[in-house]
Nanobody, 119 residues
């Protein structure tokens, strides 16, 4: 079993910054892609950013240049540095991790952390 623990959400004024963390623990042979998604009220969950095991990154157009995703493979942790936050970034943010156990990949989700940006 694998557990994902997220931290770092909160309330911030527009223009401010937050850093989200998501640590994976449990039976982990290796981790493939790690990513962050978000879901605002009344909207579908959307990809914010992801990062491959090799460090290649991908960002939603709306966050490019403001958000940075990174990972620490030794700690099985993925981060999302969010700068120049806007009210439209308000959402519950979920981390997503593809964990390999022996040779089989499994998809796991964090519990979600609320990010609220006030205008």
């Amino acid at each position: 079993q694998v557990q994902l623990v997220e931290s770092g959400g909160g309330l911030v004024q527009a223009g401010g910054s937050l850093r989200l963390s998501c640590a994976a623990s449990g039976i982990i042979f290796s981790i493939n892609a790690m990513g962050w998604y978000r879901q605002a009220p009344g909207k579908q969950r959307e990809l914010v950013a992801d990062i491959t095991s090799g460090g290649s990154t991908n960002y939603a157009h709306s966050v490019k240049g403001r958000f940075t995703i990174s990972r620490d493979n030794a700690k099985n942790t993925v981060y999302l540095q969010m700068n120049s936050l806007k009210p439209e970034d308000t959402a519950v943010y979920y981390c997503n991790v593809e964990v390999v156990v022996t040779t089989t990949p499994y998809d796991y989700w964090g519990q979600g952390t609320q990010v609220t940006v006030s205008s």
